[in-house]
């Protein structure tokens, strides 16, 4: 009987009748968009893959209780233009929620995995790090050459290891990056963050003073003395003398995260290795960790002194020496017990 009714009502009315559903479907629209959905803290945590799928996103979000509309926030984000806005990552969903400012969160972007790479480390270390927090990389396989995209191959053998160029600082990662993508944001950093310091020296040794600096960032730790400490390493190569920097020993000896950059004399003395600098002229063959600007800068603008040796105490204060017999006095005086 009331289906009767409603047929006839329809036939009588059908103006009435459509406007009374365009009312309904205009105040539900509202009530979807706008009336938000109270979240409570800790919140509801989404984690959004790169090159996710709107609908797929917008359905996880409505099967979450985030909204209450798939349709309507798919609807919202074509009509406001930020439906190719929308950025991956990790997302905390809490508070008084609705469909403007759910997009307003999606917009404005999750947070990836965080990995800070402090200066000084290396490849082994890194890549200890980075799998330690679910992104899974072998950096050792990788050489310059393998990442024809970048601007670093203008300036650097391709044939060169990617030990030292692994910039360091703050990076944001996804699960579901590539193995190369990941490292080439090490690359692109070093390459904005690095390489204009170099290219400020173009008739300079790019690699050379790269590997310089990675030692100044292991042995010393002031600019001033990473500058004075840059001047004595190039006044012994000039020399023809052995270099004999602890760091470059203790790098043979780093398998994992965190290297033990202590040498003993020991060690000295049965390490058989280009990297020994006891025992082998020149520099190491690579870099011996990933340096920060602070050294890159000192590498190229060495200062030139009398001293000839140096070492660092305890506190790690840097004593320097003009002869072998003065930097003799001063391992008793500053090393031994």
């Given amino acids: ?21 365009l009312i309904f479907i205009f105040l539900y629209s509202l009530f979807a968009l706008y ?32 909204i209450r509309s798939s349709f309507y926030l798919r609807f919202y984000l074509v009509i406001t233009n ?19 400012r759910v997009a307003e969160i999606l917009e404005k972007g999750g947070k990836g995995i965080l990995v800070t790479i402090p200066e000084g480390l290396t490849l082994i270390e890194i890549n200890d790090i980075l799998n330690s927090k679910g992104i899974k990389v ?4 990788y050489k310059l050459g393998d990442f024809p995209e970048t601007e670093l191959l203008k300036y650097f053998p391709q044939n060169l290891p990617l030990e ?39 008739e300079k040794n790019f690699y050379e003073k790269l590997i310089i600096a990675s030692i100044l960032e292991r042995e010393v730790k002031n ?17 023809n003398k052995k270099l004999e920097v602890d760091a470059t020993v203790a790098y043979v000896k780093c398998k994992k995260y965190p290297c033990n950059w202590n040498v ?5 003395r049965i390490i058989d290795s280009e990297y020994n600098t006891y025992k082998k002229l020149g520099l190491p063959p690579t870099p011996i960790s990933n340096p920060g600007l602070r050294a890159i800068k000192a590498s190229l603008e060495p200062l030139t002194t009398e001293y000839l040796y140096y070492l660092t105490d305890k506190e790690g204060k840097v004593i320097y020496s003009k002869t072998l017999e003065e930097h003799k006095k001063n391992i ?6």
Avoid: C
């Fill in 264 to 268: 003993t004399a020991k060690d000295i």
């Fill in 138 to 141: 072998d950096l050792k396989k």
């Fill in 164 to 202: 030292g160029f692994l910039a360091p600082d703050t990076y944001e990662f996804f699960n579901e990056e590539k193995e190369k993508d990941v490292v080439y944001k090490f690359l692109k950093n070093f390459e904005k963050k690095f390489l204009p310091e170099f290219l400020k020296y173009p």
């Fill in 223 to 239: 600019f001033e003395d990473m500058k004075i400490v840059a001047g004595i390493l190039e006044k012994r190569l000039k020399l």
């Fill in 332 to 337: 008793k005086k500053y090393l031994k017990e």
């Fill in 35 to 66: 009336y938000p959905i109270y979240i409570p803290e800790p919140g509801i945590y989404f984690y959004i893959p790169p090159k996710a799928n709107l609908k797929a996103v917008s359905d996880a979000l409505e099967k979450q209780g985030v």
């Fill in 82 to 100: 930020r439906h190719l806005t929308i950025k991956a990552g990790y997302y905390n969903f809490y508070g008084y929620l609705n469909v403007p």
């Fill in 1 to 21: 009987m009331e289906q009767i009714d409603i047929q006839k009502f329809v036939k009588l009315y059908p103006w009435l009748f459509l406007s009374l559903v």
